[in-house]
């Protein structure tokens, strides 16, 4: 292989390779060219300090990408312990969350509606939300897949100037809109059912299985209205 130890994806007509040195490339599968190559993902924007920025990514846990995953538009990349969205049409990083999770992050899969789940060596799940840059308000009500749980929660760090200028060479923005608790070691990887939830499984020896709330709730609400109909219930109060 060119880049050495990739995760790989298939698109239509591309192919999507990521190496332990932090390096993306696309590739034409008609004629195995290079179509694109991102190599800076934990400096995707001008940095005021970059001396600082090179220091602290000096480890390879660091820039090392773990997981891919896409959609028509975008690749969804977990770099180090942040998360990064990188358009194939512009041929750049539009989101990112630097610091996603305390650890790196193993495994990350797309839901509908912009959202998508990782998760960690932290023993963390989260749950983002791709949003564009003027659609965010002050202070984003928490929303989404698990806000139901109580779970969901505003991502509020503290910004600074650095953050400013990623904010600015950014279009999109990677909110937090969810933190699903339950594992005390690290989360290996999950599976994602649409009709179903999800299942996490973890070094602490435990699988749990996440259900949709909201989800729930209407399905039991619907089976009830249903028993009801069947035994004439409904229209006793006629």
């Keep these: 292989m060119i880049n050495k130890e990739t995760y790989e994806l ?7 390779s990521g190496s332990h040195v932090g390096e993306l490339i696309v590739w034409d599968t008609l004629g195995w060219t290079v179509q694109a190559c991102e190599r800076n993902f934990w400096d995707p924007s001008p940095q005021l300090d970059a001396q600082r920025e090179i220091k602290l990514c000096q480890k390879p846990n660091d820039v090392s990408i773990r997981h891919l995953t896409w959609d028509e ?3 969804f990349v977990a ?3 942040g998360l990064y969205v990188y358009n194939l049409q512009m041929k750049r990083v539009i989101a990112c969350q630097k610091t996603a999770h305390d650890s790196s992050v193993l495994h990350v899969v797309r839901l509908p509606n912009r959202q998508l789940i990782s998760c960690s060596e932290d023993g963390s799940v989260r749950v983002w939300e791709l949003r564009e840059r003027q659609q965010l308000s002050v202070e984003p009500a928490p929303a989404g897949f698990f806000n139901m749980w109580g779970f969901g929660r505003v991502n509020k760090q503290a910004s600074h100037p650095v953050k400013k200028q990623q904010e600015n060479a950014t279009s ?6 969810g933190d699903l608790i339950g594992h005390s070691s690290s989360v290996e990887m999950f599976l994602y059912f649409e009709d179903h939830g999800l299942v996490t499984c973890s070094a602490d020896h435990l699988i749990i299985l996440w259900k949709n709330g909201e989800r729930e709730s209407g399905l039991r609400s619907l089976k009830l209205f249903q028993k009801l109909e069947e035994n004439g219930d409904l229209y006793l109060s006629v």
């Design 10 to 16: 298939c698109l239509d007509v591309s192919f999507v």
């Design 73 to 75: 538009e975008n690749v």
């Design 79 to 81: 770099v180090g312990r």
């Design 172 to 177: 999109c923005s990677l909110e937090l809109i």
